[in-house]
């Protein structure tokens, strides 16, 4: 009987990683927990589950772990800085549209813009365009390429003047003042399924 309410007692608490669990002798850490000194402890802010076959007490995290780019995964972003050699993203959300609960830095070298040679990233990115793009690596700051014709800018506005650019072959052209612009534009042009 003690042990039923032991074990109820432990299937209430709510813990925050370095709270004791319990002792080792009645039940083994497993994930989200961890043995110090004959005591269970939690690793992380949660409630115990326990699995009384094993004698295994987990701690299941109280929120899910938070999403972030991957390497090969397609994301969104905003240019927010761009040099000769490399441009700065905002990296917003999946391509799927989901939001991050925090925004990413994310870094297009310009090796990773086009198999052409580009003399500087001046001329196919500038600030505030939208750009889908390829994650590289699994670190901040995200290495980022928009290779891919599916990659590259999907929404932007005209240097000059601010107004609506439309997609014409390679480049695109402002409906308002007729400045045609040559930027890396993705094949996607116009179809962005985040709001940024």
Do not use: W
């Not at 994930?31 to 110090?36: D, K, R």
């Not at 391509?95 to 830095?105: D, E, L, Q």
């Not at 750009?131 to 290779?147: C, E, F, G, M, R």
């Not at 003042?177 to 890396?184: A, E, L, Q």
């Amino acid at each position: 009987m003690k042990s039923v309410k032991r074990v109820e007692e432990i299937s209430k608490l709510k813990l925050t990683p370095g709270d004791d669990v319990c002792v080792i002798e009645e039940f083994l850490p497993g994930a989200g927990a961890y043995e110090h000194k004959g005591l269970v402890k939690s690793a992380v802010v949660g409630t115990p589950k326990l699995d009384l076959n094993l004698r295994v007490v987990y701690v299941t995290p109280l929120s899910k772990k938070p999403s972030m780019p991957e390497a090969g995964s397609l994301v969104y972003g905003v240019v927010v800085l761009v040099k000769d050699e490399y441009a700065v993203v905002k990296i917003v959300c999946d391509a799927k549209g989901t939001r991050y609960s925090t925004p990413f830095t994310g870094v297009i070298h310009i090796t990773q813009v086009s198999d052409k040679y580009v003399k500087s990233l001046y001329e196919l990115l500038g600030l505030g365009d939208v750009v889908k793009a390829k994650v590289l690596n699994d670190s901040i700051p995200y290495n980022l390429t928009i290779k891919e014709a599916r990659l590259g800018i999907v929404a932007t506005s005209c240097r000059v003047c601010g107004g609506k650019l439309v997609k014409t072959g390679e480049g695109l052209k402002c409906s308002e003042c007729g400045t045609v612009d040559k930027r890396r534009v993705s094949s996607e042009y116009g179809h962005i399924k985040c709001v940024i």
